[in-house]
C-alpha cells in the first residue's frame, strides 16, 4: 500500500498522464528492487519511490522535475553490495597474482603460467607478500574469503601497525617460510617483498596523500610511508632497497588515479621504492559533470534554491573549492555507492536530510559526527 501511495504520489509530481504512467512505472519499479532499494541510509521505513518523488517535488517547475527524473534514469551509476562484492574477489587473481607470477618466474612466466604457479619461488613470493587495508572499504573479511590461497597471517585490517602485531607478522612469515623452504630462512628472506595497500573507492585521491600531489604532507598513505621508511616498528617489515608497493582500489576515477601516481612519485619513488597503482573498475573522465557543460542537470546543480551553503565544512574545504555543488574537490560524480553517497557526488545527490535542500541518497556525515 505504501509503494502505491508513493507511486500516485511520483506520478503527481511529474504531472504524467496515465499513458505516461503506464511507460515509466515498471521502469522505476525496476530500478527500485535491482539496486535503488539497497541504499542503506534511506530513513527507517523511506523506500527509493518515496524518496524521489519526496526529492523531486523540492524543485520548482514542472520542467526541472523532468530533467531531474531524466537524470536519474539515464545517468545516475549505483554500485551494488553485489557488484563491490564482485570487485574485492578480482582484486588478488586479476591485479596482484600476475605481478607475483612475473616476479617469481620473469619471462618464462607468460608462457607457462600453472607451471609457475607451482614453484617454491612462486610460493615464497606470494607468501612474502603483506595486505593491508586502508579502511573499513577495504572489505578485508570478503578479500580473505576470496583468497583461500593466501594466509590469514598476511592479511591485516589496517595500516597502522603496532611492535606487537609487527611482531607476529614477521614471526609467522618466518614459521611459513621454513615449511616452504625445508629450512630456518635467511635473515634478507624474513621480510616482506610486496606491500599491498587496499580500499574501496577514491575519487580525488586526496585522503591517501593531501595535496599537493607532487609535495604531500598528509594522508593515509603518506603517514604509512613515513612508518615503514622512518624508525617506526612497521620499518622492520621490509628492506627499502627490496620491496615493491601496490596501491589497490576497488574503484577509483582517472583525477584519482593521476593524483596518487604524482605523490606516490613523489614519495615511493622520490626513495627509489617501486610502486603501482592498480584499479579493478576505473571510472572515466567522461562520466564527470562540470561547471558550465551546458547539460539539463547543471542548472539545477548551480541553481541556489537547490544547494545549502550549511552543505560546506572544515572537511570538504580541504578540497580547494568554494562549494561542493559538485562535490568535493569539484568530482562532479553522479555516483552512489550501497552504503553511502561519496560526498565527491554532485549535491543534489548526497546533501544530507537535515538541510533546507535535501538530496536523493542523502549522505552520512561521518567526520562531522566523528568532530
Known amino acids: ?11 503527481k509530481v511529474l504531472g504524467w498522464t496515465s499513458e505516461q504512467v503506464a511507460v515509466e512505472r515498471p521502469i522505476v519499479q525496476a530500478l527500485a528492487a535491482y539496486k535503488y532499494d539497497e541504499y542503506q541510509q534511506f530513513s527507517a521505513g523511506s523506500r527509493f519511490i518515496e524518496s524521489l518523488a519526496l526529492w523531486l517535488d523540492q524543485f520548482q517547475s514542472a520542467h526541472e522535475r523532468r530533467d531531474a527524473y531524466e537524470f536519474v534514469k539515464t545517468k545516475l551509476v549505483f554500485c551494488s553490495s553485489a557488484e563491490l562484492r564482485h570487485l574485492v574477489e578480482m582484486a588478488y587473481p586479476d591485479h596482484i597474482r600476475p605481478i607475483l607470477l612475473d616476479a617469481a618466474g620473469g619471462s618464462d612466466r607468460r608462457f607457462r603460467p600453472s607451471s609457475t604457479a607451482s614453484t617454491d619461488e612462486f610460493r615464497i613470493r606470494q607468501r612474502q607478500c603483506l595486505f593491508l587495508g586502508l579502511s573499513d572499504g577495504a572489505r578485508i573479511d570478503s578479500f580473505r574469503r576470496a583468497n583461500p590461497a593466501l594466509n590469514h597471517e598476511q592479511i591485516w585490517q589496517t595500516h597502522e601497525l603496532s611492535q606487537p602485531r609487527v611482531d607476529k607478522l614477521l614471526s609467522k612469515l618466518s614459521e611459513h ?7 630456518p630462512p635467511e635473515a634478507h628472506e ?25 609535495a604531500p604532507t598528509g594522508g593515509k598513505i603518506f603517514s604509512f610511508f613515513d612508518d615503514v621508511c622512518g624508525e617506526k616498528p612497521a620499518a622492520r617489515l621490509i628492506d627499502p632497497n627490496d620491496v615493491e608497493v601496490i596501491t589497490v582500489l576497488y574503484m577509483a576515477t582517472e583525477q584519482a588515479i593521476n593524483h596518487l601516481q604524482k605523490a606516490s612519485q613523489a614519495t615511493w619513488g622520490a626513495r627509489g621504492i617501486q610502486f603501482r597503482i592498480e584499479v579493478v573498475q576505473p571510472l572515466p573522465n567522461e562520466m564527470k559533470l562540470a561547471l558550465g557543460q551546458g547539460a539539463p542537470i547543471n542548472s539545477l546543480i548551480e541553481h541556489p534554491n ?18 561542493v555543488r ?12 550501497h552504503h553511502n553517497t561519496p560526498n565527491n557526488s554532485i549535491s543534489l545527490l548526497f546533501a544530507y536530510e537535515t538541510l533546507k ?10 567526520h562531522r559526527e566523528m568532530s
Open 190 to 214: 624474513r621480510r616482506f617483498r610486496t606491500l599491498v595497500l587496499l580500499d574501496d573507492f577514491s575519487a580525488s585521491g586526496t585522503s591517501y596523500f593531501s595535496l599537493p600531489a607532487d
Open 306 to 323: 537547490y544547494y545549502d551553503p550549511a552543505l560546506m565544512d572544515s572537511h570538504l574545504s580541504k578540497g580547494g573549492t568554494s562549494d
Open 1 to 11: 500500500m505504501k509503494d502505491l501511495l508513493a507511486e500516485r504520489l511520483l506520478a
Open 357 to 366: 535542500f535535501r538530496g536523493l541518497f542523502p549522505r552520512i556525515q561521518r
Open 177 to 183: 617460510l621454513e615449511d616452504i623452504l625445508g629450512r
Open 326 to 337: 559538485f562535490g568535493y574537490a569539484d568530482c562532479g560524480l553522479p555516483l552512489v555507492l
